[in-house]
């Protein structure tokens, strides 16, 4: 299939293009760059040995999607354009509703007037809030969220679900993602975040490289087995291959499907500091810090869903998701 790939450049869109090449579909980038560089894309033709169509485009410009649309005759959309920072969501409220939800909507508003009415979305383990239960399966309750980037997450679901509701000959598939870290195996794509990283793998690795002094754990009083919190992280190459397998939903007009893509299993911020010292043999320091406000004690999902219905599951451990962490920031230590 041609498939438009909003986002593209980005962390989980460049490594989700690498598996669309690898499955024989043709993806189509757009991405505004306001997080990424194009050279994502340059190191996915030297993996791939393909070529990648980029437009450097915003999803709020319909006028330019409506061209990139006109030429391009795509068959269905992944999109992964959006902002992702917890703590600037709070901050620039307004920003993160018009870029998340205004874009979201003039890039549907354009699918459908170009008849690719297939569309599938990143969401987040965040629309459970605090979880009602644990392993989270997707029939969880959704929760209340803590900021605005989680609620644009929350409301975009929403949204894309009434519209296919509407129009059932929409295919909506909402995939929730758990804590995605890991690079591919080459080294030369993975997470290259601005600024101070928010998460915990890259601040890890910044620290394993020598950039950042070292980790503080927020806090180490909550109900998990050694007080830190617990999350489910999943190796972002499983996540991509993941979308490839979404894609046959799109295939067979399942029409508004929504699955969890964690491991279901879940790590504390101390042992994914031990792992990562284990697998790569670099000491990371760390103090205890408090914690950080929103947090949550324990997230992990139920991925029976995915597994049942897209033979769908998570082949890597927390080995390789550090060995490959820290793989592509040794290799890449000023990012791309
Ligand atoms: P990322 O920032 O690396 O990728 C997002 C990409 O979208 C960037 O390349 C950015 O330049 C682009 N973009 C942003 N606004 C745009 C716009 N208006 N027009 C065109 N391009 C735009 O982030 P990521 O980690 O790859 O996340 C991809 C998606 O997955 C996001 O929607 C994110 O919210 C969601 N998600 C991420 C995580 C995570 O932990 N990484 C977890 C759950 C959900
Ligand atoms: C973050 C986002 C969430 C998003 C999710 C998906 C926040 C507040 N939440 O959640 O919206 O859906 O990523 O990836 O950013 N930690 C430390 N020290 C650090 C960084 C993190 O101890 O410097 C701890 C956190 O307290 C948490 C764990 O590490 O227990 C994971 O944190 P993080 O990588 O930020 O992910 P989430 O909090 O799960």
Redesign the pocket.
């Known amino acids: 299939m041609k498939i438009l790939v ?9 490594h989700t293009v690498v598996e669309l090449i690898n499955a024989g579909h043709e993806p189509v980038v ?7 560089s194009a050279e ?1 894309l340059n190191r996915v033709k030297k993996i791939t040995g393909k070529d990648v169509t980029f437009y450097k ?5 319909g006028a330019a999607l409506s061209d990139i649309l006109d030429k391009e005759k795509v068959d269905a959309c992944i ?6 920072a917890v703590g600037e969501s709070v901050a620039k409220p307004w920003e993160y509703y018009d ?2 939800i205004a ?1 979201t909507l003039t890039l549907v508003d354009a699918l459908k007037k170009h008849g690719a009415k297939n569309i599938i979305f ?5 629309v459970y809030g605090d979880p009602a239960f644990v392993p989270i399966t997707e029939e969880c309750p959704k929760g209340s969220c803590t900021n605005p ?1 989680g609620w ?2 929350s409301m975009l679901e929403q949204i894309l679900s009434d519209i296919q509701k509407a129009d059932p000959s929409w295919n909506v598939i909402l995939l ?5 870290i890991g690079a591919h195996k080459s080294g030369l794509i993975g ?3 601005n600024g101070i990283p928010n ?1 915990l793998m890259p601040y890890i690795t910044q620290v394993a490289v020598g950039k950042r002094e070292k980790l503080t754990v927020f806090g180490n009083d909550y109900d998990t087995h050694d007080g830190t919190g617990v999350r489910d992280y999943i190796h972002v190459v499983d996540l991509a291959k993941g979308h490839v397998l979404a894609l046959k939903k799109i295939e067979e007009n399942a029409g508004l499907k929504i699955y969890n893509l964690g491991t279901g299993v879940g790590y504390s911020v101390l042992d994914i500091v031990k792992n990562f010292e284990e697998a790569t043999g670099v000491k990371i320091p760390y103090v205890i810090g408090e914690r950080r406000p929103g947090d949550i004690a324990t997230c992990y999902a139920s991925a029976k869903k995915a597994e049942e219905e897209l033979g769908w599951k998570a082949e890597y451990g927390i080995k390789e998701m550090c060995e490959d962490s820290w793989r592509f920031q040794k290799n890449n230590p000023a990012g791309y």
């Open positions: 909003t986002g593209g450049a980005g962390f989980i869109g460049s757009i991405d505004n760059l306001s997080n990424a994502s485009a915003d999803i709020r410009d999109h992964f354009a959006g902002l992702k870029n998340n874009g990143s969401s987040s383990a965040t980037y644009t997450k929730r993602y758990f804590n995605p997470e290259n975040p998460n």
